[in-house]
């Protein structure tokens, strides 16, 4: 009988891989489903407070836009109001300088008289725009853009406005030097014509500013025009006629 065979040895236990043994160490303390749920409650919490902060951001860019705008609406409306002051002079001061213009002429001509009386002035009652400086490059962005447009388009109008209105004041100081004049050089009647010339233009440009921007803000943006302030037209000297002697 053949011995029987000898057993093969047992092959050496293998050594697990290092990254095995690293993943061992790193293992959390409860489990690796305990981790991800704690890392999921975590991310959550995250997005949960970055949405709360979203919402109260988009809270307080609303209420401020509002507030924004209220304030702005109001300061328009004043502005229209004092628009429409301004082009209820339109009759006195044509009335005005039609009787200056044949004055003049009457001087030209060799005919001229004395003047007796106010001249008087048209008042510009010049606007605010204060608030839409203070938000234009912040909140306002946040105002629709057609909106927006008219908002800066009435703030421009404004601007140019103020300009035309000191323009228009100065012309008028020239004018109010002929108060009570008995007699005129040739160089003052020249000047006269000028300055008469002058008024004419400015005051069509302020009235067709006015009537632009009162449009604008009562069409473009619903702005309704306040009854106040109204100025007596007796504040402007022009609506009495004036007195010529001879």
Not at 37 to 47: A, D, N, Y
Not at 106 to 128: C, Q, T, V
Not at 131 to 137: E, K, L, R, Y
Request: glycine content about 8%.
């Amino acid at each position: 009988m053949s011995e029987p065979e000898a057993p093969a040895p047992a092959a050496p236990p293998t050594s697990p891989p290092a990254w095995r043994g690293r993943l061992g160490r790193l293992s959390p303390a409860h489990g690796w489903p305990s981790f991800f749920t704690e890392l999921v409650v975590v991310v959550l919490g995250i997005l949960l407070a970055l949405g709360a902060q979203q919402a109260a951001d988009w809270w307080n860019n609303r209420n401020d836009t509002i507030e924004f705008r209220a304030a702005l609406d109001e300061e328009i409306a004043g502005n229209l109001a004092q628009y429409r002051e301004r082009l209820k002079q339109a009759d006195c001061t044509k009335r005005r300088l039609d009787q200056l213009e044949a004055w003049q002429r009457d001087w030209r001509d060799g005919k001229g008289s004395g003047i007796e009386g106010e001249i008087g002035r048209p008042l510009a009652y010049p606007p605010a725009n204060t608030i839409w400086p203070m938000g234009a490059n912040g909140v306002a962005n946040r105002i629709p853009l057609d909106q927006r447009s008219v908002y800066a388009y009435l703030s421009d109008m404004s601007a140019g406005y103020l300009q035309l209105a000191t323009m228009e004041m100065e012309v008028w100081r020239g004018l109010l030097a002929y108060d009570s004049a008995t007699r005129l050089s040739p160089e003052e009647v020249n000047r006269l014509r000028g300055l008469i010339l002058s008024a004419r233009a400015l005051d069509k440009s302020i009235r067709l500013n006015a009537g632009y921007a009162m449009q604008a803000g009562t069409e473009g943006l619903g702005i309704k025009i306040p009854k106040d302030p109204s100025y007596p037209l007796s504040l402007t000297g022009l609506c009495t006629p004036l007195r010529f002697t001879k």
